[in-house]
Nanobody, 116 residues
Framework: QVQLVESGGGLVQPGGSLRLSCAAS????????LGWYRQAPGEERELVAT???????NYADSVKGRFTISRDHPWNTINLAMNSLETEDTAVYYC??????????WGQGTQVTVSS
């Protein structure tokens, strides 16, 4: 069993920045794909960004150029740096991990609110 714990959410003004982190309970080297999803009220959960163990990244069009995903092996963390935040970025952000056997793990989510 793997536990993913997100941190770093909060309230920020439009144009501001936040950095989310996701701590995994075991080495992230065992995962094929890591990423972040988000879910706004009344909306479907949507992909924000993913990163493979080889370092290839993928971003939703709405966040390209503003968000950066990264991972730190020694600390078993997955990070999401968010800049130039917009009110449309308001959502609960979830950490995601996919194992080589196809099993998916989710974190409990962290709230990001962008408002003036």
């Amino acid at each position: 069993q793997v536990q993913l714990v997100e941190s770093g959410g909060g309230l920020v003004q439009p144009g501001g920045s936040l950095r989310l982190s996701c701590a995994a309970s075991r080495s992230i080297e065992s995962f094929n794909l890591l990423g972040w999803y988000r879910q706004a009220p009344g909306e479907e959960r949507e992909l924000v960004a993913t990163i493979t163990m080889g370092g290839s990244t993928n971003y939703a069009d709405s966040v390209k150029g503003r968000f950066t995903i990264s991972r730190d092996h020694p600390w078993n963390t997955i990070n999401l740096a968010m800049n130039s935040l917009e009110t449309e970025d308001t959502a609960v952000y979830y950490c995601y991990a996919l194992t080589s056997s196809g099993r998916v793990y989710w974190g409990q989510g962290t709230q990001v609110t962008v408002s003036s």
